[in-house]
Structure formats: structure tokens, C-alpha cells
């Protein structure tokens, strides 16, 4: 099956840097993918290159087959952006925002009325159809923004950012959205930082750092990239961390990682059965364990094993 | 507010085939409507805009209008199309502001991602403004009938002034579209305009004939296009000639359109 999105060794540079250096994608259609990087990574620039607002420096990218710059309105009729920042307009009111929009898609004055409040009843908005855009919460204003990016259906829907500053409840509705979404056909492109937004939604996934795929693949294939089980320890006595992690070398070889804090440390295991025998070892060698667990690594684990530093530290953008 | 409301009704998310996008025409229509929506919604804006020459009509009719035209109601005569030229003309900035506002909060962004045909928004925001200035300009010409204004041109004489002071707006404001992308915030698009709007419509002859000013002065203020303009619409309301200051402003109108439109539509083209 042709992919929905592929691009070729995409290049944009904005004066001296390299936003993207080289981004090679092919997304399948009819899934959800997540672009998923600290800030400043280059997945923003990504959505925008794809959603046609920005033209690549080099390389190629086509959407639906349609070059993103020769045919860029070919693009426009089958796609849907929803921005980083709610791109709604705050002095109008939610009802008169997605009158709006659906106007300019190509809906009669009557059809877009009709459209614009069966779209604020299925998400949601009616009590708060009449209020200007400006008095709705952050989570309101995300849903109005996603409502108004379905007011013809999409090929293919960018997301950027979708859930960021939301709260966990509001996240909760957009993931369960974004799914929706899904199901009924639209291919779904979203970016996150968030680790585990990109692990909960996403079919497939790139991890983007400095403008390059660092790893794709499903949330599986990267965790099995780092090891398909860590085993996370905690010590009653930080000062022991040196001599149970030579203990749990001394059986595995090399490759403790550190953890959360100075008792803590992980080590990626290929078979879980080996755990019954480190804690006997570490348990004859005096060393007290106050917490144990086994578990999958969390994506936060992949993103330091892929580039030595953890996700959240590179924050300012 | 639940997650169930998202879910309940999902006949809406059953989503259908994109219909053929909206004509040129229709786009700019559409986003005409919604410049008007925006005087609906924050009516604050007009007023800010058209309090201050209410307070300037009073002000130079009462205090300085004896002094100047030898009595309040016979300066109103010769100060309220100079008012209604300025009054517009300050309005004019508040398309900047608004392209402004969209390009910060990322509606511009979302307007090109549309299958529209592209100059609408600015368009579109432009014929909303018309409407603005219509507004403005009754509130001002109410106001001085209050006061005593009489204009011999009549009804027809307001007309034309009113369609000639459009005329210049329409050219100046893709000036303040240029700096409403040029600048990072609605605030500085105020500013850096009224830096330039002030001089342009006080070194004029809105307030005062040329007559009274000095050599010096009088040689700048007679090249400002307002002075032609406020010329231009004083003789149309009044029922006098001015055939030459109206060719003036079209000329003018023309020249500054011909210049500030394809860099305002180039810059609104580049990426960002």
C-alpha cells in the first residue's frame, strides 16, 4: 500500500540551523503516528512542512501521493492542521468560529449553522456555543480547535501538540478523541514530548532529536531496542548502589543504568527469570533492597539509551 | 464537559466528504463576516478609535472655534471633514492589528492550510474594515449635525467625500499590513503607525488653513496627502470644485497601493 505521508531526505534550514537534517518518513494511511522529541527537535517544523506552510530546503515530501510544494493545493483539500497554539479566533464565539471554518470549506450558510452545532454537541460545547472563544479553559479550547479541523473529513489529520499545558482530565478526552478519529479512517499525525502520549496513541512512531529519526518503529520495537525487560532495584542504603551494581555485573556484565535517585538503578534484561537469582546474590552480599520491580522500559528509557541524555532536560526551545 | 459528551453523540465524528471549497469570492465574503463579528464582539475598539476626534470635534469647535473661524459654527463647517478624514485614516491601522493578532495566535497558520484561494483573509479583512469606517464616519458626521453642521453639498456631497476618504484608506492600510507582519506584537503595530500617523494628519491643513502657517511649514504641509484629501472632501461636502485634489488622491492612492500591496502579499506568501 502506498504510505500516506513519505518523505525523502527532508532539509529545512532557518538562517544558519538545521531544524530538519535529512528526515526520511513513510506513514501508513489509516493510523495514528507520533512524532515524539524534546522541543526544538524539529517535529513542529515536520507538520508544518507536511501541512504545506513551510517549504523544505531539500529532499521531498509528498502527502497522498500530492507534492507538498508543486501540488500544495491538492494537499490543502485532504488535510486538516490543528496547531500548536488553539488557531481559533478569541473574539468570536465558538458557534461563529466553526461557522467560520466551515464557510471557508465550502459549506452553505445553512449547512455550516447545522455543522457548527452538531460539532459542539458531539464535543461537548453547547452550553458554551454562544460564549466568546476567549472565556473557554484550556481543555475547551483545545476541543473547539480539534472540532474545527473536523468539519469535513480530513485525509489526514496533523496534530501538533495536542495535549500540551492540558490537564490530566482534558488529556484523557482528547486521547479518546484522537482514537476516534482514527477508527473512522483518518490517517492521524501527531507530535508529543510526551513519552508516554506517543506510547498510549500511536500505532508507530519516529523519535526525532536535532532534526533527525533517531529510531522508528512501533512502542514495542523500540523497547525491545533497549531490552525487552528492566529490572528496577532500590536500596535502603544509597552508599551500597557501587557494590550491588558490581554484584548484578558480576552476573549480567556491563549495563546498569541509573535511576531516579542516588539508591536507585535499572538493568535491561533479556530474561525475566534471572531476577529470583540477583536477589539472592544481592541478598547474601548484605545489601538491603527496600523496593523491586520488573517491568517494561517506559520510553523515557528509550530515549536515553538512543542518545545518552534524558528526553526532558533539553527544554528551552 | 465529560469524555461521555466526546463519545455520546458520535454521529458528528462520523465524518463526511470534503465539499468543493469555497470561491474566491465566497472566502472573502466569509472572512468579511467575521471582521464585522469582531466590531460585534469588541465594540471597545471603534470606540477607542472615535473618542478621541469627538473629543477634538468639542474641543477645537467651543474653545479654539471663535478664535480660528470667527465663531464655533462656522468653524465646524470647515473642521468636521478634516475630522472625519482623520478619524478614518487612525482607523486604518487596526487591519495591522488585526493581521497581526492572527499571525501571533496562529490563525494565520490555519487559514493557509485551507484550499482557499490565499489573499482572502487580508481581503476579506479589508472589506470587514469598510464597515468600520462606516460606523465611525456616521458617529462623526452625527455628531457635527448636532453641532451645526451644514454641509451645501448634501446628502450626495457626503457621499462622495466619505467614498474618496475610502478610496485613501484602502491604500493605507496595506501599509499597516506590511508592519502587521513585520512586527511582533499588536502593541507595536499601534505605536510604530501612530509615530507616523500623527505628523501626517496634524502637518496638515485638517485643523487650520495653510494660509496661517509658516512659509516653511506651509511647503511641507501642502505635498500631504492628507491636505489633499481633507481639500478634496471639504469641496465635496461644501458643494465647491476640487477636481484637481481628488485626481491628487487618486493618484496618490494609486501609488502607495501600487507599492505597499505586492510586498504586503509577498511577505503574507513567505513562510514563517
Avoid: C
Avoid at chain 1, 507538520?47 to 529532499?59: C, D, F, M, N, Y
Avoid at chain 1, 488553539?86 to 455543522?115: F, K, M, P, Q, Y
Avoid at chain 2, 465574503?29 to 473618542?51: E, G, N, S, Y
Avoid at chain 2, 484629501?229 to 458643494?239: F, K, V
Amino acid at each position: 500500500m502506498t504510505p500516506a505521508i513519505e518523505t525523502t531526505r527532508l532539509v529545512k534550514t532557518f538562517g544558519g540551523t538545521r531544524a530538519l537534517d535529512g528526515v526520511d518518513l513513510a506513514i501508513a494511511s489509516r493510523s495514528i503516528y507520533g512524532l515524539l522529541g524534546p522541543n526544538g527537535a524539529g517535529k513542529t517544523t515536520t507538520i508544518r512542512v507536511l501541512a504545506t506552510l513551510l517549504k523544505p530546503t531539500e529532499g521531498h515530501a509528498r502527502v497522498l501521493g500530492h507534492d507538498v510544494v508543486t501540488d500544495a493545493l491538492l494537499v490543502r483539500r485532504q488535510i486538516s492542521l490543528t496547531g500548536q497554539y488553539a488557531s481559533i479566533d478569541e473574539d468570536l464565539t465558538g458557534h461563529e468560529n466553526l461557522v467560520l471554518v466551515s464557510r471557508l470549506l465550502g459549506l452553505s450558510w445553512r449547512d455550516a449553522r447545522a455543522r457548527a452545532a452538531e460539532l459542539l454537541g458531539a464535543f461537548g460545547l453547547s452550553d458554551a456555543a454562544g460564549r466568546q472563544v476567549r472565556t473557554y479553559s484550556g481543555g475547551m479550547r483545545r476541543r473547539i480547535d480539534i472540532a474545527a479541523s473536523l468539519v469535513t473529513r480530513p485525509e489526514i489529520l496533523f496534530l501538533d501538540e495536542p495535549t500540551t499545558g492540558l490537564d490530566p482530565r482534558s488529556r484523557n478526552q482528547v486521547w479518546d478523541l484522537v482514537r476516534r478519529i482514527a477508527s473512522d479512517g483518518t490517517t492521524v499525525v501527531l507530535t508529543t514530548q510526551y513519552l508516554e502520549e506517543a506510547d498510549r496513541l500511536a500505532d508507530r512512531m519516529a523519535v526525532i532529536d536535532h532534526g533527525r529519526v533517531i529510531a522508528e518503529g512501533t512502542s514495542r520495537d523500540l523497547k525491545s531496542s533497549v531490552g525487552i525487560n528492566t529490572l528496577h532495584f532500590h536500596l535502603t542504603d544509597p552508599g551500597q548502589r557501587a557494590e550491588a551494581q558490581a554484584v548484578v555485573s558480576g552476573l549480567l556484565g556491563d549495563g546498569t543504568l541509573p535511576g531516579a535517585d542516588a539508591a536507585a538503578f535499572a538493568i535491561k534484561v533479556a530474561d525475566a527469570s534471572i531476577a529470583a537469582e540477583l536477589l539472592g546474590r544481592l541478598a547474601r552480599a548484605q545489601i538491603g533492597v527496600a523496593d523491586f520491580s520488573l517491568g517494561a522500559p517506559s520510553l523515557d528509557d528509550v530515549f536515553f539509551a538512543l542518545t545518552g541524555r534524558p528526553a526532558q532536560n533539553e527544554s528551552a526551545a | 464537559m465529560s469524555a461521555d459528551a466526546i463519545r455520546g453523540e458520535t454521529d458528528a465524528l462520523i465524518m463526511r466528504p470534503r465539499p468543493k471549497p469555497a470561491s474566491a469570492l465566497a472566502a472573502t465574503l466569509t472572512l468579511a463576516w467575521r471582521a464585522m463579528l469582531k466590531i460585534k464582539h469588541v465594540p471597545l475598539q471603534l470606540f477607542d478609535a472615535t473618542i478621541t476626534p469627538i473629543m477634538f470635534t468639542l474641543l477645537f469647535t467651543y474653545i479654539f472655534g471663535g478664535a480660528l473661524g470667527g465663531s464655533p459654527r462656522s468653524y465646524i463647517q470647515f473642521l468636521l471633514p478634516g475630522i472625519l478624514v482623520q478619524t478614518v485614516l487612525f482607523i486604518t491601522v487596526y487591519t495591522g492589528v488585526g493581521i497581526n493578532t492572527d499571525l501571533q495566535k496562529g490563525l494565520h497558520d490555519r487559514f493557509r492550510s485551507f484550499p482557499i484561494w490565499q489573499p482572502a483573509p487580508i481581503l476579506g479583512a479589508l472589506a470587514g474594515d469598510l464597515f468600520r469606517y462606516s460606523i465611525a464616519a456616521a458617529l462623526i458626521i452625527g455628531l457635527g449635525t448636532i453641532l451645526g453642521f451644514r454641509p451645501a453639498g448634501g446628502a450626495l456631497g457626503l457621499l462622495l467625500a466619505f467614498g474618496l476618504v475610502l478610496v485613501f484608506a484602502f491604500a493605507l492600510s496595506w501599509l499597516w499590513i506590511i508592519i502587521g507582519m513585520k512586527v511582533q506584537t499588536p502593541e507595536s503595530v499601534m505605536t510604530a503607525s501612530f509615530a507616523f500617523m500623527m505628523p501626517l494628519t496634524f502637518a496638515s491643513n485638517v485643523f487650520v488653513g495653510l494660509e496661517t502657517m509658516p512659509g516653511w511649514l506651509r511647503a511641507i504641509v501642502r505635498h500631504n496627502p492628507v491636505t489633499h484629501l481633507t481639500t478634496a472632501s471639504r469641496g465635496l461636502m461644501h458643494g465647491h470644485p476640487v477636481t484637481g485634489d481628488v485626481a491628487w488622491v487618486f493618484a496618490a492612492s494609486a501609488a502607495i497601493l501600487l507599492v505597499t500591496a505586492p510586498i504586503a502579499l509577498r511577505l503574507y506568501h513567505r513562510e514563517r
